[in-house]
């Protein structure tokens, strides 16, 4: 089936979002992301080992990377440190498009404000 004209903007967006991701980390001085474990653990190690939407615990083999900001045409994410973050995988599924500070407080608990505070710190 032929791809909408829609669908293959938004996908090259993607790869120009990836591309400046990953000029933006090396500009300050951070290893682009690539499948490599001891990123995985970089990122489990910053938010100590916890889905950073719910508080969930999560390890290598159950982690999911989200981009907190979507990489997409609208939203405009970056593929970067500070977009990609650690969550489990009912939260990636569940969150889609949705903003998500409004989606870390229907998903979180007291701690809420603190995950909002500690991810807008680390935002690109
Ligand atoms: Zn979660």
Redesign the pocket.
Known sequence: MARSKSHISNSAIRIFLQDVGKFYDEARGFEPFVPKIAQKDELLDYFNHQ?C????QIDRKSLSKDHLIPMNKTSLGLHAWGNVVP??S??NNEKQQKPWQDFIQL?SDSEAEERIKKLSHSLP
Request: charged residues 10%; proline residues 10%; contains cysteine.
């Open positions: 889905c939407i719910c508080g969930t969550c489990c009912p939260c998903k």
